[in-house]
């Protein structure tokens, strides 16, 4: 079912794309029916300052977790599940054209071997346009919490 689903989805990568702004297009993409993979999600980037980002993402925890954290709720730590996370916050999640919609995504940490040989498309409009600007990594914030 796997190889059905990667043969028919776009493969898009997340290496210096702005996660807020590649989330929000996926999501629009996925709403209209498109099959996607992302591939190096460890490498999109959070732009701000990164202690204060880890910071944020930490107290979120903690609030959330404030009487037994082995009861949940759990938020994802490897970077592809907080991309994947991040876009499924973008999607009308608890309708089933939502659901739906989630269903038709894939996350890679990396480029896995079955689509080293397939055509790997940027989003220009997500990608890192000013570089003077303090950007962390996923994979950083995911070492960092």
């Known amino acids: 079912m796997l190889d059905n689903f990667s043969d028919e989805a776009k493969v898009f990568d997340a290496e210096n794309a702005i996660l807020g702004r590649l989330a929000s297009i996926i999501a629009k993409r996925l709403l209209k029916g498109e099959k996607i993979i992302i591939v190096n999600s460890d490498k999109g980037l959070i732009s701000g300052n990164g202690d204060v980002i880890a910071a944020k993402y930490l ?32 999607l009308p999640y608890s309708k089933s054209r939502g659901k739906e919609a ?13 689509l080293i040989e397939r055509k790997i498309e940027v989003i220009p409009e997500a990608q890192n346009l000013n570089p003077k600007s303090s950007y962390i990594s996923l994979r950083e914030l995911s070492s960092k919490i």
């Open 59 to 90: 107290q979120r925890w903690r609030i959330k977790t404030k009487s037994n954290p082995l009861k949940g709720p759990f938020y994802p730590r490897k970077t592809d599940q907080i991309l994947k996370r991040t876009i499924r916050g973008m």
């Open 102 to 114: 989630y269903s038709r995504l894939i996350v890679y940490q990396g480029i896995p071997d079955h």
